[in-house]
């Protein structure tokens, strides 16, 4: 887009002051508003990682396409392979638009990640093995996605904003598709059931670890900043609360056990109480040392070299028909 | 994958239409290498499930708006109620005194005769 040009005459630290007297008052932030290189960093961070891990998480699923065990459920699971790449587009949209006065582009984003600078969600580098799994990713990891997405519709970066109800509206999609595999599972067979509880089992530690550490763990975090910025408004263990009151219970209600016998929620303190995972592997997961990160880290490299005479392709006629 | 093209891409702003009698409402944007490719990716991008009746795609280079220092002075004052139908506030019950006083005189008319 065109504007005219602008006449700013205010120093750094004034246009800093008016940046988070604007955030106080609770206005949004768009894309060619001042912004301090923090907020830029911070938010193409989050926002990178969040869109790149969208199409990540479309690989374990994926696995599932040729498999799924009817008609309806091989449409559902397209549909919803087909929505996380869009979530994908979406995103690395928000993302481009904060890296171009940086001068970094999608391309940029793709190289990071096959070098590994570029972390993607901590679920999306586990195994998927059975039938079970696909049900469990769409209920309890797109469960906690949402509940980290719900929380981020109010971020004091407007385009992040409008990208997240975009995403959110699909995802409860998600959520359901996930619910109905793992119903269907959960009133069949014993061996259906005993299916289901080995992938209960099986994500239950990289559910914990989806929301990131707690903040009193050794692991630095940008959390403060981002609550400074509004970018977020709670806290890692915060979401993590919320996501144990309302997928605890249900796991119960289906006759299955989480694989810690302490979890249970304490009345006085308003809390959860449970077995923390193992941070110290969570590091060296997100790090692309997780069970399928290379696998999938392969596929991705795969699948953008194998597409690039589609691009070349475009880019030729492109010119021509632009 | 380094050779690539990189600024060959242009970002086009994605617009489309609910039914006949709605706007044209803005929906996001995307990056394409033309216009057709742009208006094929809206499609699969923004209207998977929405329905919709008509799209277009417009070259975001194309469009000129304010900058976010002018963008301030769009906030109107609030002294224009003229403008509004809050500022005719008083009309109806107007409407109804004369009503009343008209039928209360009718009424007295009826009576007198």
Redesign the interface.
Known sequence: ????????ELTENEKMEAFLARIDRGEKI?A???MPADYRNQLIKLISMHGISEIMGALPEKEWVPKAPTLRRKLAIM?KV??EM?HG??LL?VA??LMAPLGK???DL??DLFTGRLKFHNVFHMEAPTWADAGVIGWLVDGAAIITQTMSLDTSYAPYA??LH?ICA?EKFHAQHGESIVLELAEGTEAQRQMLQESITRWWPSLLMFFGPPENGTITSNQSANMRYKIRSQTNEELRQAFLTKYVPRIFHLGFTLPDETIHFDEASGQWIYQQPDWEAFKLIVKGQGPRSAHRLSLRETS??DT?WV?DA??S???Q?? | ??T?????F??YEVFSQKNVTSSFVHQ??????????ALTMAR???L??EPCFNLWVVK??D????????RPFLERLDNKSYRETKGYGDLQARWRQHKERYEEQQQKAKSGS
């Not at chain 1, 887009?1 to 700013?8: F, G, K, L």
């Not at chain 2, 690539?4 to 060959?8: L, R």
């Open positions: 887009m065109q504007t005219r040009m602008e006449h700013s768009e060619d508003d001042w549909a087909q929505d869009g587009q979406l949209r481009e638009d582009t999608r391309e793709m190289q409008r990208a975009r699909e953008y070299e690039k691009r475009i880019m006629f492109g010119r028909a632009g | 994958m380094g690539e093209a990189k600024k060959d242009d970002i996001f944007s995307l990056l394409a290498p033309n216009k057709e490719v699969e991008n923004f998977r499930r975001r280079d469009i000129y708006g304010l900058s976010p220092e002018e």
